[in-house]
């Protein structure tokens, strides 16, 4: 079956999205006109009943999207080096005295001296994906790399010591 995700309208309510799992559990996100929000969850045995609701203030809504937001582009990135070989994904945290901290992420030049790609950059539990050139690179910033063993292990080399 796979996920699924259904809209439902609730008149002078808001709106309700429903998410299917593949195991078909259902769980909602309420969203009511006055901007308020809840996430609900579904009886397992009778999915029309509602087992449990908790509202979630914007700060809980954006932390709980960016928990979930994170932890799936990371294992998707992992899943990338099953289906090529070679090809590896690296988490790599910007040592304290890095010669880069609190310099623009484009004066590593990664992909011109690695020929690795930094796609995304986790800071304090808030994932930066596809980050600029200008993105500053910040104590115990974790950048997310793409690359050969070969490449990364430059990287791991390039942002602890600078350019050889």
Excluded: W
């Amino acid at each position: 079956m796979g996920v699924r995700i259904e809209k439902v309208e609730l008149p002078g309510i808001g709106v309700r999205h429903d998410l299917v799992t593949e195991s078909s559990r259902r769980m909602s996100v309420i969203s009511y006109r006055d901007g308020a929000r809840d996430l609900a969850l579904f009886d397992v045995n009778d999915p029309d009943s509602c087992r449990d609701s908790i509202p979630l203030t914007d700060d809980e809504a954006a932390a709980l999207a960016d928990v979930l937001g994170t932890s799936v582009m990371i294992s998707r990135l992992t899943s990338l080096s099953d289906a090529a070989v070679g090809l590896f994904t690296e988490q790599l945290e910007l040592p304290t005295d890095s010669p880069y901290l609190n310099r623009p992420l484009g004066d590593t030049k990664t992909r011109t001296r690695t020929r690795v790609s930094i796609v995304a950059i986790v800071r304090d539990k808030e994932l930066l994906p596809s980050p600029t050139p200008d993105e500053i690179l910040r104590p115990a910033d974790v950048i997310v790399a793409v690359g050969t063993r070969t490449g990364l292990d430059a990287l791991s080399r390039l942002i602890s010591n600078g350019p050889d």
